[in-house]
């Protein structure tokens, strides 16, 4: 069974089912507050879990390590908001397992052992600037400081004061 078919038919006709069984047993209106109440707390706990997620992600780019679990997390994070606010049970269920920390870290602790991430280095993947930027020229005495200049070189040693 293709997974669109799941995705776009099944589930929203289970999730049609859910409700309206549930609404049976409770009532419209209670049904409908759970729904709400659940993309309340969907949204709230979306907006905790994303905060605390970047600044780990931040902190660990700042020690120059890749922050692969943090991005994994953030699309975790993303998926589950969006499960949240759709209306249904089931979504709803998921959408909690993406943002509850210990189930997304078990679920993604999975995936990431199928994935391999590299590394360039600290000047990006080709060699040059992470961000694109033209390499600075620092004029011909740096330019020039480790080329052998030929038998006739000199090396002047000293101390200098720039006054800029």
Not at 30 to 56: D, H, K, M, N, Y
Not at 57 to 79: C, D, H, K, Y
Not at 134 to 161: C, N, V
Request: charge should be positive; include cysteine.
């Amino acid at each position: 069974m293709p997974v669109l078919f799941v995705l776009f038919i099944i589930i929203p006709i289970l999730e049609m089912w859910l409700l309206i069984t549930v609404g049976s047993h409770i009532g419209a209106l209670p049904t409908i507050g759970l729904v709400f109440l659940t993309a309340i707390i969907g949204v709230t706990l979306l907006r905790q879990q994303g905060i605390s997620t970047l600044v780990r992600a931040n902190q660990r780019m700042r020690s120059g390590e890749i922050p692969a679990t943090e991005m994994g997390e953030g699309i975790f994070l993303a998926v589950g908001g969006a499960l949240l606010l759709t209306p249904g049970f089931i979504t709803d269920a998921v959408g909690f397992a993406c943002l509850i920390p210990g189930i997304r870290k078990w679920l993604l602790g999975r995936i990431l052992k199928r994935v391999t991430v590299v590394q360039y280095g600290p000047r990006g993947p080709f060699g040059g600037d992470p961000f694109g930027r033209a390499p600075r020229d620092h004029g011909p005495l740096e330019r020039d400081a480790g080329r052998d200049q030929g038998k006739d070189s000199q090396t002047i040693e000293g101390e200098y004061r720039r006054d800029d």
